[in-house]
Structure formats: C-alpha cells, structure tokens
C-alpha cells in the first residue's frame, strides 16, 4: 500500500506523455518486483496498439489484436501468463527485436475514468517466480492511477495544442486585417460599404 501511494502521488505531477509513459513503467517494475516493463497506447483512429515505452526496443505499431497486449485490449481484463511461450496468444516478435526473453508476463487494461480504454500496461519476469494473486491486486490499482494519469496528460497536451492554434489563428487575423484597406474608396455616385469577417468565427 505504501508502494501504492507513492506512486499515485508521482503520478499527479505534471509530465509530458513521453516522461509520464517512463513513469508508468518504472512504477509497475517497482511494485511488482519485475524486470521490464512496457506501455502500449491504443490508437482508436487506426485500430492499433502503439508501443511508446519500453525496456531494450524502439517503438512499435500492431495491430490491437496482436499477442497477450491485444487480448488484453479485446479483453478488457488483467491477463496473467506464468509461461509466455506456452501460451498461444503469444507474440515473439518483440522478444525476437529486443533479444530479451519473456518468461512470464502480467498484461493489464489501461482504462480511464470514463470507461474508454487507453492502453495496456505489460510487466514482464517477476525477480522471484510469477506473478500471483496479490500481484494481480497490486496490479489493477496501478493501472487505474497510470490510465487517469495518462488521459490527463493527453487532455493536457490537447488544451496547450488548441490555445496554441488559436493564437496562430489570431496572428493569422491580425496579418489579414493589416492587408485591407483603413478606408472605404470613394466612388462617385456610389455609397459602398463592406465587411470582413474571418471564417473561423463565421456561426
């Protein structure tokens, strides 16, 4: 529990995606006492698993239904594997490009708050043995924290993307504006009036 708690107060710092997906996984080696670890991020647009972080290889796109990370996401449940190549689901690509050699494997659902899936988490050889049942409870508080973290971080950097859109888009206006004339011409005969308007704030 204590481990628990510090983690979740880590967590809460500001971190940009990239610093809170290392977080993550440093926090789940560190409860659960495993080797490596690593974070897929699930891409709705494409419909795949996107490796960001992870111990000893670079990152990675699957298809979400790929290996133990995609079951997991299909799932939606903790997967817990005690011998990974005796398991059909299995993927050993990743270890075949790491050179590193799975043993057993804890894979769990990034879910957020509003019950949309972020991710998954994978931990990989436990120092002592498997992964048990008290790991798996370890586990799931873990994802919850790391799946609101990562959504904040997300929701985040969206917010710093928008403000930075519109004051491209305030600059684009003021450039615009600078272009038009101060004063109607006068043409004889004629009164003549006009406007201008930017479509970004068109209703």
């Known amino acids: 529990m204590e481990a628990i708690l510090r983690v979740t107060r880590g967590l809460a710092a500001p971190f940009d995606l990239t610093t809170m ?15 490596r670890g690593s974070v897929w991020l699930y891409d709705a647009a494409t419909n795949e698993l996107v490796l960001e972080v992870a111990t000893g290889i670079r990152p990675i ?18 997967i817990n594997v005690p011998d990974c190549y005796a398991d059909r689901r299995f993927d050993p690509g990743v270890d075949k490009a790491s050179g590193y050699r799975t043993r057993c494997m804890l894979a769990l659902p990034l879910i ?16 002592a043995g ?21 959504q904040r971080v997300r929701m985040t ?12 888009l305030e600059v684009a206006r ?23 308007r930017p479509a970004s704030t068109c209703s």
């Open 157 to 168: 950097e969206a917010l710093i993307e928008g403000e930075k859109m519109r004051q491209e």
């Open 130 to 150: 498997v992964f048990d049942h008290d790991d798996e409870v370890l586990a799931r508080a873990l994802a919850a924290q790391c799946a609101v973290a990562l």
């Open 61 to 78: 796109r699957v298809p979400s239904g790929t290996g133990l990370a995609g079951a997991c996401a299909r799932e939606r449940r903790i």
């Open 21 to 35: 997906l290392g977080e993550v996984v440093n926090a789940a080696k560190q409860v659960l006492d495993a080797e």
């Open 112 to 127: 957020d708050h509003k019950n949309v899936l972020v991710g998954v988490m994978q931990v990989l050889n436990k120092t």
């Open 174 to 196: 003021a450039v615009q504006m600078s272009t038009l004339p101060s004063v109607m011409p006068a043409v004889p005969g004629y009164d003549v009036y006009g406007m201008s």
